[in-house]
């Protein structure tokens, strides 16, 4: 008898509220973020700013681990996720999404740069394409110089 292989795998986290106006969340492994509002009142991250936070990682690491067997690692990178969030009418859903990649280094060549934020949003990053059922998803990219700054 041959086994069926292996297609979905369930991911968990836990939430625990600490009293006050925070949700302590946890993975398996014990890694906590808190969510909400810290003790002292002061805001914290806000689930739907978890959202955005878990597609910025997922496209930055898979752009980098692209990158890096292109042989064009940054010597900085940074991802900037904005989502466009209703205000007006409960539940508060994401419609779109704008994700700005900047990558900071000598001799990065652009063509590897698109490739690379191509094949993450078309082909690995999990989060991007299931926050693409919820809305379109744009990208852009800028290559700078190593200490440049950010307009």
């Not at 700013?49 to 878990?54: A, F, P, Q, S, Y």
Request: glycine share 10%.
């Amino acid at each position: 008898m041959t086994e069926e292989p292996i297609t979905n795998v369930w991911k968990e986290i836990s939430a625990s509220w600490d009293g006050v106006a925070g949700y302590l969340a946890e993975n398996k492994a014990g890694e906590t973020v808190l969510m909400g509002k810290y003790k002292d009142g002061e805001p914290g991250v806000s689930p739907t700013e978890m959202l955005l936070m878990g597609l910025a990682g997922c496209t930055a690491m898979d752009v980098i681990d692209i990158l890096k067997k292109k042989r064009q690692v940054p010597t900085a990178f940074k991802v900037k996720v904005l989502g466009n969030q209703r205000v007006d009418v409960y539940p508060k859903v994401f419609t779109e999404f704008m994700v700005e990649y900047t990558l900071w280094g000598e001799g990065l060549v652009p063509r590897d740069v698109e490739q690379a934020i191509q094949l993450s949003e078309e082909k690995y990053c999990s989060v991007g394409a299931t926050l693409a059922k919820a809305g379109p998803i744009r990208s852009s990219f800028r290559i700078l110089k190593p200490g440049e700054q950010v307009e």
